[in-house]
T-cell receptor, first 114, second 122 residues
Framework: AQSVSQHNHHVILSEAASLELGCNYS??????LFWYVQYPGQHLQLLLK??????LVKGIKGFEAEFIKSKFSFNLRKPSVQWSDTAEYFC????????????FGTGTRLQVTL | GAVVSQHPSWVICKSGTSVKIECRSL??????MFWYRQFPKQSLMLMAT?????????EQGVEKDKFLINHASLTLSTLTVTSAHPEDSSFYIC??????????????????FGEGSRLTVL
């Protein structure tokens, strides 16, 4: 069975600070990896995804994530956070193949202060 | 992007009553929808996969008779919490995956989520 671990439960940063949120997964085969974001009072929405190719993927709003297969990791990064990045961030993994289920991590609450 | 909408956004009910939550895909047809449950400060847990025209597939540990899922059309799935109890209080979220080629998006497994429905059972 696949699982996802997010180590940071609550992160507080000042504006302009750099961000890195950890995500590790366990799965025995090829995976598809996702980061979703949930802004206060809004739906979950996709931030970025990795399926194949360049392990460094870029998403919306200046976010990027790097897939390191040897470490089973897919950490989310942003060089300079903004107050508007305050949200809950979820890492998710799915075994490659359309029938596979999406498994979420426990989420990381990011709070950006002015 | 594709839009998924849930109704109601929040509901309060008495213990022992049943509550129905609707999930609609507004601008695409979804043969498959997913129902998740989220406890405070915890992750989204997949409850079941709703299949249009057939029975839902439930995850281990989810009671089929308690959480009734009906996917009667390509744009609507409903979750009915029967004989609700306080421990059923939670945030229920549905999601759906658009078919290949919608708005130029490949079927890469991206799910679109509803806004969630908060259930409080007194």
């Amino acid at each position: 069975a696949q699982s996802v671990s997010q180590h940071n439960h609550h992160v507080i940063l000042s504006e302009a600070a750099s961000l890195e949120l950890g995500c590790n997964y366990s799965y025995g085969g090829t995976v598809n990896l996702f980061w979703y974001v949930q802004y206060p009072g809004q739906h979950l929405q996709l931030l970025l995804k990795y399926f194949s190719g360049d392990p460094l993927v870029k998403g919306i709003k200046g976010f990027e994530a790097e897939f390191i297969k040897s470490k089973f990791s897919f950490n989310l990064r942003k060089p300079s956070v903004q107050w508007s990045d305050t949200a809950e961030y979820f890492c998710a993994v799915r075994g490659a193949g359309t029938a596979s289920k999406l498994t979420f991590g426990t989420g990381t609450r990011l709070q950006v202060t002015l | 992007g594709a839009v998924v909408s849930q109704h109601p956004s929040w509901v309060i009910c008495k213990s022992g009553t049943s509550v129905k939550i609707e999930c609609r895909s507004l601008d695409f047809q979804a043969t498959t929808m997913f129902w998740y449950r989220q406890f405070p400060k915890q992750s989204l847990m997949l409850m079941a996969t709703s299949n249009e025209g057939s029975k839902a597939t439930y995850e281990q540990g989810v009671e089929k008779d308690k959480f009734l899922i009906n996917h009667a059309s390509l744009t609507l799935s409903t979750l009915t919490v029967t004989s609700a109890h306080p421990e059923d209080s939670s945030f229920y979220i549905c999601s759906a995956r658009p078919p290949y080629g919608l708005a130029g998006v490949h079927d890469t497994g991206e799910l679109f989520f509803g806004e969630g429905s908060r259930l409080t059972v007194l």
